[in-house]
């Protein structure tokens, strides 16, 4: 077992996954949404990508055995173990500070773009962009009509899924600041979660 690592609250984290190990992102509080990206290591415009994941796996939420697939449509993560309900986001875009511009914010509002770009350079890692995250534990529930909704997610604390990588990736993670729209539980106040590195 790795040690435990804090992705605090509002913020981000990444950490290096070599093939055949796992990281374990845990939602240590419940209701608190992890936005998760995975690069390639020392190759890092090849990503985890949720637009050539969906086709491939015939889902829009996978399942525990499915691959993620990449950019190059090649398995980067095997999601591995789910003790969650299993309801995760794969079609919202990570939140940005214009996104919250456009739900009335006039000042800078902590997001999950600007995590994953603090989470890397932690690494001294620039990602070459930002991709539509996996977004864990986020609840957004769709109607036949296409409408959606926001909900808190329905975990409970301590439930997490464990991703096994499939090659040498980065894997960075989000908790995601979201205050405004209701999709973080716990008083709709983002919470820290954490992670740990698996052989």
Known sequence: MGDLIEIPARRGKAAYVNKGQAIKIINTHGEQVVDTWAFRAGHL??????E????????IIPRVGDHLYTNKRRPILTLEED???GQHDTLMAACDNERYGLLGCTDYHDNC???LSAGMRELGL????TPSPFNLFMNIPWTAD?????????????DYVVLRAEMDCVVAMSACPQDILPINGVGNKPVEAHFEILD
């Open 83 to 85: 003790t969650s309900q």
């Open 146 to 158: 296409g409408a959606l909704s926001f909900e808190a997610p329905t975990t409970k604390p301590g």
């Open 126 to 129: 620039r990602e070459p962009e």
């Open 45 to 50: 415009i090849e990503f985890m990508s949720m």
């Open 52 to 59: 050539h994941t969906r086709p491939t796996i015939g889902r």
């Open 113 to 115: 773009t600007d995590n």
